[in-house]
């Protein structure tokens, strides 16, 4: 009866062991269950983290576009001579090709009697 005995311990210890496989890879698929929905979501995220990026430099791109546009604008506008008579300023004399344009505020007018000096170096030719 001893080698029963023995031979019962040894089954016995070999349950216990099994028990103890059985439990820790129950515990080991929850843990890859639960870890396979934590990569899901950190997936979602990136995915989600990746387009706001893309949107973002899509967005600055437009608006860097719209101030180029905007700054080359004032540019221009800023290189045109002002439309509006400024104190001090000289009038250069008139040439081909410059619009004839006439002041709408007539205390801007100067009157030169003909035959002025100055009259005639300012005057349009012809």
Do not use: N, Q, Y
Not at 16 to 33: C, F, I, N
Not at 49 to 67: C, N, T
């Amino acid at each position: 009866m001893v080698e029963g005995c023995a031979v019962a311990s040894v089954l016995g210890m070999l349950e216990e062991r099994e028990a103890a496989a059985r439990v820790r890879v129950e515990g080991l698929r929850e843990e890859v269950a639960r870890l396979a929905e934590a990569l899901e979501a950190a997936e979602i995220e990136l995915d989600r983290r990746v387009i706001a990026r893309e949107e973002l430099i899509e967005a600055l791109a437009v608006s860097a576009a719209e101030s180029t546009a905007v700054t080359t604008t004032e540019a221009e506008e800023e290189a045109a001579p002002p439309l509006a008579p400024v104190p001090g300023s000289t009038v250069p004399p008139w040439r081909e090709g410059l619009p004839v344009k006439f002041p709408r505020d007539p205390g801007h007018v100067i009157v030169m009697p003909r035959g002025c000096a100055a009259a005639a170096a300012w005057s349009r030719p012809g």
